[in-house]
């Protein structure tokens, strides 16, 4: 049981350039979230998918686009990176029904846009 | 909208002292659940302890513990017996049924020996 992975850890792109985050999990959870967190700002939602086929913008979703390929995939594109991207990303997945039992998190990946 | 405070940027506790980190958030909301996240410098997320705002009682975890005061919309974490590995930035996070994780900026917390 390997929890939530993303690939890769690190990832240093010029302004313009694309690239797509990836993120799997393997606890069966419906809902996955991609968090941005930079310095001093604690972490930001980006987009979220509260399940297979659906997915919706949250507090900082500009320049990202998003698809959830099935139940264990939920991978993060920047189609055109700016230095304002460069921040840590992480991808998260949530245990549901009654008593919530908090999100499992990733490892992150630190992207630098030069 | 709901909007999650951790007034302290940093704190510093001794090794086997007990430190208690702040959080207050805002919510018209009555069910919702709250937790609080361990960032070591790993980076890694790890959740410490949560607590149902309908459930009166405290949450424990070993030597963590929260002191959630629903009527004042604060819920304080506090950390006996600190350990070095305790060291940390320590988030306080708020869940509503409707949405996501909305985090605090984070309290840095140093162990020193």
């Known amino acids: 049981n390997a929890g939530v992975t993303q690939t890769p850890k690190f990832q240093v792109l010029k302004t313009g350039q694309s690239m797509t985050l990836q993120c799997a999990q393997d606890m069966n959870h419906n809902s996955m979230y991609w968090y941005r967190q930079d310095p001093g700002m604690g972490l930001r939602l980006i987009y979220y998918?509260?399940?297979?086929?659906?997915?919706d913008k949250g507090e900082v979703p500009n320049g990202y686009n998003v698809s959830r390929l099935n139940k264990r995939e939920f991978s993060l594109r920047l189609e055109s990176a700016a230095p304002s991207q460069t921040s840590v990303y992480f991808c998260?997945?949530?245990?549901?029904?009654?008593?919530?039992?908090?999100?499992?998190f990733g490892p992150g990946t630190r992207l630098t846009v030069t | 909208a709901q909007t999650v405070t951790q007034s302290q940027p940093e704190m510093s506790v001794q090794e086997a002292e007990t430190v208690t980190l702040s959080c207050t958030y805002d919510t018209s909301e009555n069910n919702y659940y709250l937790f609080w996240y361990k960032q070591p410098p790993s980076r890694q997320m790890i959740l410490v302890i949560r607590?149902?705002?309908?459930?009166?009682q405290n949450a424990t975890e070993n030597r963590f513990s929260v002191n959630f005061q629903k009527a004042a919309k604060s819920f304080s974490l506090k950390i006996s017996d600190s350990q070095l590995g305790d060291t940390a930035m320590y988030f306080c996070a708020f869940h509503s049924t409707l949405y996501a994780l909305n985090f605090g900026k984070g309290t840095s917390l140093l162990v020193t020996p």
């Open positions: 998260a997945s949530r245990v549901e029904g009654t008593g919530v039992g908090g999100q499992y």
């Open positions: 998918s509260a399940s297979e086929g659906t997915t």
């Open positions: 607590q149902e705002a309908y459930k009166q």
